[in-house]
């Protein structure tokens, strides 16, 4: 069982735009057929977690308040984590669960959940780096599109060096470069 940041991101290191949009993503050739393989990904999943800029968009973008079954077809029936200060709309039907209690709290509740599978951290970025801070994250993988944003939300806003980070594969994927790095615990 390991905490997975698993993302894709600009070449200059951008999750979304300054506008929080991922469009820039579904416009690179072949992101349908990479795309494709998260199901693969989803099996070893087992609890979904993710702040609320990163929720808003997936509920807008899918529609899923007026689909909540659109939620079931991507995420099954994972228990979702949400963190978050505001309310936020309801996806009728699934698990989800919005907190504000601090990572390092939540991190037991979620490693029970997810049983022997994976804990994915969706994002956004500073969620991320919250993890990263407490000792909590254990893998990323960054998936690097042939794309430059030049501002935006970035792919994780804090300062880990290579004392931490171990690369453990890089992979091509299409038009994308997979990267992904073992992450240990702050000194």
Do not use: C, K
Request: net charge negative; charged share 20%.
């Amino acid at each position: 069982m390991a905490t997975i940041y698993n993302t894709a991101t600009t070449l200059d290191g951008y999750l979304a735009t300054t506008d929080n949009s991922l469009q820039w993503l579904f416009e690179v050739p072949g992101a349908g057929e990479e795309e494709s393989g998260l199901d693969t990904f989803l099996a070893g999943i087992g609890v979904l977690v993710m702040g609320s800029t990163t929720y808003e968009w997936v509920v807008e973008f899918e529609q899923l308040v007026e689909h909540p079954e659109r939620w079931t077809a991507s995420f099954g029936d994972r228990p979702t984590w949400v963190f978050t200060h505001r309310d936020l709309p309801v996806v009728e039907g699934a698990d989800i669960r919005f907190t504000q209690t601090p990572v390092a709290e939540v991190h037991p509740e979620l490693v029970a959940a997810a049983g022997d599978r994976d804990i994915w951290l969706m994002g956004g970025g500073d969620l991320v780096g919250q993890f990263a801070d407490a000792g909590l994250l254990d893998r990323i993988t960054a998936t690097i599109a042939p794309v430059t944003l030049g501002a935006g939300a970035p792919l994780l806003p804090r300062d880990l060096r290579s004392d931490r980070l171990t690369l453990v594969s890089v992979e091509q994927r299409g038009q994308f470069a997979e990267l992904t790095y073992d992450v240990g615990s702050p000194s």
